[in-house]
Structure formats: C-alpha cells, structure tokens
C-alpha cells in the first residue's frame, strides 16, 4: 500500500476519531486506527467497540491496501509535520513509512484483518436533522443525562420520532429536560424511539461544526449510526427501556410565575455561593411582586436576594437545586422564563415564553 | 464438535447441551467443583457455541470468525474477568469492584458482532464483597442477550445471595484414563516425549485435577513416600528416634512441607481404605499397594484415623506459622498414642 496526501487532511481525519480510539484496554488494536484505502481517497475508522467513527479523505492512492496505526502517535506525530504532502508507504511485515518533507518515521502496525470490522449500519435515513437542529437538540438536552454510567437507561439520550416532529429528552433521574422540533422533511409514521449513548452524542458534538450540513440518523439491528457526507458515527444501542417521561411532566402546575432569564440567572448564581455544597439547595420563597432567593448553611454562611417577577396570588416556598436551575437557564434563548409550580412538595417545570416545545422538569428538594 | 474437545465431564457436557438444543438458557451459571478439572474449558466452549455462525447455537465448529476470535480472546461480546494482584508483591489475587463495574458498562450495549454476550467470571471466590456485592443486580437481572458464568472451585466461600441467582453445575475430579490422555497430549505437545511409566503415575496421583497432574514437584515429592511409610510402620514411644530424625531431615524444608504432609494425608487414607476393603478406585498411591497392605494389617482403623485428624491438624497448624519442629514431634507423637 502506498498512499499521498495533503498533511493538514490527514491530521483532521486523524483527529476526528482520537476521541473514540481507546488508550488502554484489553484489545491492543483498539488503539489503533484503521487507514483502507479505495479510487482516489483514504478511510479512517476507529472503535472502542461501543461506538465507531469512519471518514473518508481524499487522497492520490498509489496502490492499494489497508494498514492500522497507533491512532494517538500518528496524531502528536502529524501535528508536528510540516504542511506537506505525506507519503505513507506500507512494508511487508506490517511496518509503515511516513515521509514528509525531510523527516521519515517508522512505526510499527497490526495486523490489518484484526481489526474489529466495521458494523453494518443502514442509509436507509429514518430522520434528517439540519446540524443547527441537531445542535440546539443535543445543546438543551445533553446537561441532564446521568453521569452514573450503570444506571444504562438514563445514560442516553432519547430520541423519539412521531408524526413529522421530533422528540428528544435527557434526565438522571432528578431532573428532565424534553426537547420537541418539526421535521423539516418527514413521513408520517408510526412512533420510534431509540436511546443514544451519552458517548456517541460527545462525539456527534464533536463532527457538527458548520450549522449549513445535514445529519441523518438510522438504525439497524444492534446498531445506530448518524451520517454526515462521508463521516459515519455508529454505536451499538442501549440495552434499556427509558423512563416514561410524559408522566412525569405536571399538567396542573397553576402557580405561573414568569421572570427576566438574565436576571434570575446572575442572582442565582449569587445566592448558590453560599447553598450546602452537596445538595446545593436555594430556597425560593415566592411571593406578590417578587422572588427571595436565600441560601443558609452554619458552616458557610447565609445569602439572600429578591429578584421582581409578575406574579400576583398565594405566597409559595420551594427548594431546587441551584446547579439544576442553572444548567437550564443557561440553555434557553429567551428573554424571559416561567417558572410553573403547584406547592413545595410538587416539581418545578420551567418553561420559556417563547418557546413552547421546549420543557425542563427539576424536582424540589425537601425544605 | 467443540464440546467433545472437553474430556470427561460427561454430565456437566449432557447438561449444557440439552440446555443449548432445548433454547431455554438460564442467565446465569455456577460452574463449581475441584481446581483443574474443565470448568472454564466448558465455559468458553458453552460461549463458542451461542456464537458460532456454523453450527450454534448447539455447539461450536472451531473454525468460524466467532469461535476463532472467542479462542484468541478477541471477541467484542466475550468478555473474561480473572482475578488480579493489585501489587507483585501482593499475596492473593483478588478481584475488585471496579473489574465488575467496568463489566456491567460493557454489558449494557446489545451485542456488537455475535449473538449472545458471554461474561465468565474465573475464580469468582475472589471476588471482594463489595465486588460480589456490587454484582448481585446484574447477576439477578442481566441485560438482555447475556449469560454470565460464574467459576468457582469453592462455592461456599461465595455469598449465598451470590449462589442462588445461579442455576449451579458441578464438575466432577477426572478419571484416571482421562487425565492420562490429557496430560499425554499436552506433555507431547511441550517436550515432545511422554514416559508412558511416569505418565502413569502422575495420572494416579494427580487427584483428578490437570494441573496437580502436571506439576513439576509431582513426582520428586512422591519419593518421600518409602520414609513416610516406614515411619507410619515403624513410630512407636520405643522408636521416638526414627521420628526425630524424620523432623531433623524434613522439618526444615517448610516450603515442602505442606506436600509431604499431604503425601502423609494421602498414605495414611489409602491404608484406611486397604482396611476397609472398599472401593480400591479410591487408592493413590497404587504403586505402593504392598507396603501399605502391610500397614494396613497392622493398624486398627481407628488408630489410622487418629493420625489422619493429627496430620491434619499439623498442616494448618503450619499453615498458620506454627513452628515447624514443634508442631511435628506433636503430630508424631500423636502417631504413637494412637499406634
């Protein structure tokens, strides 16, 4: 095998898949990458078996082959390359030749045909994303996936397809964050749901960098893939059943109360300085005209502050979570939010007033 | 057929395969019984076969991409767990939480290539109980498409929570023929020669584990055994000099000790069964049916007992750091209460 190509396409392709390729492990190849050569340009696939990534780059392929490498000394190594063409030339006992420029590294491969083959995945799209759709999606969900990687089900985002209209919705059990767009393009259908590993959506975060492509995600017996011109994300799908979460969403939250976002963020923020370091509870105490904010702990000290709302009716106390109203205050666009409560013991979602699709459930915390 | 590549264990092999043609796999197994006599053989042949793309889920080819790659180890949804030593220097391999934390992340994705995920956990009395304790949901309600196999060669020092999420399976010591044509071929395949007179031997002695069979000390320490049986002849309060000159010879090889004494153990057993005159199977030390005949015509069973519980005695005794000499001219001196 023996192959040409522009050093700053290698070193992108390259990097594309670092995150994925696994540093230590049982499976020595999989911390190499793959490089498959076809017509006029290059494959790079990588995989910790969970998920995968594979891009093709363009390339004057020379003769034909496939060789692996190891995915984090080819990258510190291209880095430093100046940029040149690379020529990559594969000798006969696996070893491989990079010469660019004045400089010449060898480095040792494995055997190709170890390496874990490529799942099967569909293009058959079952639903088209514009990046920036997929983008702002993943933006207001991804925060409250659960960091506890054996609770498998809430360690994934869902995703559910239903009647030209997509739904996406992230929670750890505490809080819940539902996320609904329309399908610029879609046939009606029945309702879909698949889980997306927490893992697989960094790395899809990772490839969406203009806001101009298109993503489109399908799925195939244990796999999911997202495909983006000539990247590919695969990942093997979660062994789990989500949560129903349309139950948890309160339907007669009466009490409205609607607040500046900016300004209720930055007094948040305040007041959380002094919340009980673990469980981070603020006290709001809402009553005609304006919010209290108050955090008051022996050890650290007490904080409080008003902040004026529109809100006329009974007065209502309730202790959230600052980090959790945080997190969503700083995802949402708007203006102004609305907070939607029913008493102290009940949840708090949090809506905005001009986005209606998107909501945000904390649950309260015992005062 | 990859399940007639395990030798013996014919009910443990019946078992497993009416399971496979039947469909109806529980999720979890218990594999227990002595060290060294298949049960993680049977393991990876029982994963070969839910796997293999030619003849599973009933049995494994041997030659299909899935059994090859179970075989190398290098299947995505085989996943195999033994226990390590956290430092070289330490003094038990153990196996910790976070092996079977790192397990379960792994066991949430349906499978990546095969059909079923096999996970088999070797020496799984290893486990630490915050381990087994940490795996008692997984083991109880496993994802779907997975089976995970415990081994254990001492079930009871597993914890009974662990022991009954599992449908248990027990493997039996080998035979002697079949330890013969094992160790025949694995000899051969190392030095290239087998003695067919040592291979006898070591086959008798070996307990019907593989790996006692292919010890290296196997047969020095079965010379031992002329003394050891002149001493058990011969000790008496008139000859205490035969025994202290036994302790002044051994007493100081303390890391031979322990297999003397089982030598000892083993002697004094076989000279019980001689007396008995039941099931001769059970002798080891056949080569030496003579002088233990002689033995055994001069001992009264229960005397043979008494030194067996004394023998006994004295190898935890030492195991615990017991001084060596004393500890023996106790045990002797036992032996010639007891005669």
């Known amino acids: 095998m023996e192959v040409r190509i522009d050093k700053d396409t290698f070193l992108n392709g390259v990097q594309k898949v670092q995150g994925i390729v696994e540093t230590k492990g049982a499976m020595p190849i999989l911390s190499h990458l793959l490089i498959t050569t076809e017509k006029d340009r290059i494959g790079i696939q990588a995989t910790d078996l969970e998920i995968g990534a594979k891009g093709y780059y363009a390339a004057n392929v020379i003769s034909s082959g496939e060789v692996t490498l190891n995915a984090r000394k080819l990258f510190d190594i291209l880095r430093e390359l100046p940029s040149e063409e690379v020529h990559m030339i594969r000798e006969d006992n696996h070893w491989i030749t990079l010469k660019c420029g004045k400089s010449k590294f060898r480095l040792p491969g494995m055997p190709a045909q170890d390496f874990p083959p490529f799942p099967d995945f569909s293009q058959d799209s079952l639903i088209q994303f514009s990046s920036k759709l997929l983008k702002e999606m993943i933006r207001k969900t991804f925060f409250a996936l659960s960091p506890d990687e054996t609770r498998q089900a809430l360690n994934g985002l869902l995703l559910e397809k239903e009647n030209g209209k997509v739904n996406m919705v992230g929670t750890d059990g505490h809080r819940l964050a539902v996320i609904q767009r329309k399908l610029e393009k879609s046939a009606k259908g029945d309702k879909q749901s698949y889980l997306i590993p927490k893992k697989a959506v960094a790395e899809l975060l990772k490839l969406i960098e203009d ?157 | 057929m990859s399940f007639s590549r395990i030798l013996g264990q014919d009910r443990p092999k019946h078992i497993l395969k009416k399971t496979l043609r039947n469909g109806c796999i529980p999720h979890a197994y218990l594999f227990y019984g002595q060290e060294s006599v298949g049960k993680k053989l049977a393991a990876v042949e029982l994963a070969k076969a ?163 069979a292919m010890e290296e000390d196997l047969l020095k320490t079965s010379e031992y055994r002329g003394d050891l049986i002149g001493l058990i002849e011969q000790v008496s309060f008139k000859r205490m000099d035969l025994a202290f000159q036994w302790i002044r010879t051994y007493g100081r090889k303390t890391d031979r000790l322990q297999s003397i004494l089982d030598e000892l153990l083993n002697l004094v057993h076989d000279a019980a069964v001689l007396k008995t005159n039941r099931n001769p199977r059970a002798i080891q030390n056949k080569d030496l049916t003579h002088l233990l005949e002689k033995v055994a015509n001069q001992k009264s069973l229960a005397a043979l007992l008494d030194m067996f519980d004394a023998v006994h005695r004295t190898k935890v005794a030492l195991k615990y750091n017991a001084n060596a000499q004393l500890s023996l001219e106790n045990m002797f001196l036992n032996f010639c209460e007891a005669a």
């Not at chain 2, 994705?109 to 020496?123: C, F, H, N, W």
């Open chain 2, 50 to 212: 839910l796997n293999c793309e030619v003849s599973g889920p009933v049995d494994g080819c041997d030659g299909c991409p899935s059994c090859r790659k179970i075989d190398e180890r290098t299947h995505p949804d085989f996943f195999l767990l033994e226990p390590e030593k956290s430092s070289p220097s330490a003094r038990d391999a153990i196996l910790k939480i976070d092996a079977i934390r790192e397990l379960q992340k792994k066991l949430i994705y349906l499978p990546y290539e095969g059909q079923t995920k096999v996970a088999i956990i070797d020496s799984a009395e290893c486990m630490n109980p915050q381990a087994a304790n940490s795996f008692l949901k997984t083991l109880e309600e496993p994802p779907s498409k997975t089976i995970i196999i415990l081994i254990a060669s001492n079930p009871y020092q597993l914890l009974p929570t662990l022991v009954s999420r599992c449908q248990s399976i027990r493997f039996y010591p080998l035979a002697v023929e079949t330890i013969k044509k094992i160790i025949t071929k694995q000899l051969e395949s190392e030095t290239g020669d087998a003695q067919p007179e040592l291979l006898e031997l070591r086959a008798q002695r070996s307990m019907g584990q593989v790996a006692r």
């Open chain 1, 211 to 367: 806001e101009e492509s298109s993503f489109s995600f399908s799925s195939k017996n244990n796999h999911l893939a997202f495909i983006h011109g000539d990247q590919v994300i695969v990942s093997r799908k979660i062994d789990g059943k989500f949560p129903n979460y349309q139950q948890v969403i309160p339907s007669d939250n009466k009490i409205q109360v609607q607040v500046d976002r900016d300004v209720l963020q930055h007094a948040l923020k305040r007041v959380a300085l002094l919340a009980d370091e673990k469980s981070k509870m603020v006290r709001f105490d809402i009553q005609s005209g304006n919010i209290t904010l108050a955090a008051d702990t022996t050890e650290l000290g007490a904080a409080r502050e008003e902040v004026a709302v529109s809100y006329s009716g009974k007065e209502v106390s309730i202790g959230l979570n600052a980090k959790y109203v945080l997190d969503v205050l700083s995802v949402i666009d708007d203006e102004e939010i609305v907070l939607n409560l029913k008493d102290q013991n009940s949840s708090c979602l949090i809506t905005s007033t001009g986005d209606k699709e998107y909501q945000s459930i904390v649950m309260p915390m015992r005062l």
